[in-house]
């Protein structure tokens, strides 16, 4: 009995170490990766990052790739300095479609939206279809480890990254990402942007 598990045991972890790394097919942009085995499969796409400047424009093929039924797409926006998320107003769209023209996910609006209305009215919201959703933070547990950080009259604290994450179904494999920016101001100009899209795990 122990060796029928000890069997099982090392032929789960062959096969965890197999998968690592292996690309599936992948033949879209980026680097695809999937981690570990079913049913704790999870696949990571890494999209080729781009300058955050207005005007940029992407059309990026995710051909291939795989997921759990549902993926979360994290748009991640990096510097050098410390940055006040708060103030980028730049417009970002992006658009996940398939060959047929069914869209699986899409945001269009200036990137502080979210946080900009839930100052207006002093309250902690959920973010609207429409708005791109950042987690902020202000120093303070109390409000940092909330589902939605906020805290009124407060601005938070500047730091060098930011990601904003949403869920979309991506059940399909031949799926494109669209991408545009607009109304970028001059000192975010130096900020520099990438996609990661994951399914599976935490």
Do not use: C
């Not at 708060?86 to 939206?113: C, H, W």
């Not at 009124?152 to 991408?179: C, D, E, W």
Request: avoid cysteine; proline fraction near 5%.
């Amino acid at each position: 009995m122990r060796r029928s598990r000890r069997t099982i045991t090392a032929a789960l972890l062959a096969l965890s170490l197999l998968v690592v790394g292996w690309g599936w097919g992948y033949n879209g942009d980026g680097e695809f990766e999937t981690i570990g085995f079913w049913p704790l499969t999870v696949y990571k796409l890494q999209l080729p990052p781009f300058k955050f400047q207005s005007g940029v424009s992407a059309d990026y093929s995710l051909k291939g790739y795989r997921s759990t039924g549902s993926s979360w797409l994290h748009l991640v926006l990096e510097g050098e300095l410390p940055t006040d998320f708060s103030e980028v107003d730049a417009v970002v769209e992006v658009k996940i479609l398939d060959e047929m023209g069914t869209t699986y996910f899409y945001r269009k609006g200036p990137l502080n939206q979210h946080f900009e209305r839930m100052s207006d009215t002093g309250e902690t919201d959920w973010p609207l279809e429409t708005e791109w959703a950042g987690r902020y933070k202000f120093g303070d547990p109390a409000f940092d480890n909330r589902a939605v950080p906020f805290k009124p009259n407060s601005v938070p604290i500047s730091s060098q990254g930011m990601t904003y994450a949403h869920s979309f179904p991506s059940s399909s494999k031949t799926l494109r990402l669209l991408l545009r920016i607009e109304g970028v101001r001059t000192q975010h100009e130096n900020l520099t942007g990438s996609i990661l899209v994951r399914s599976g795990g935490k």
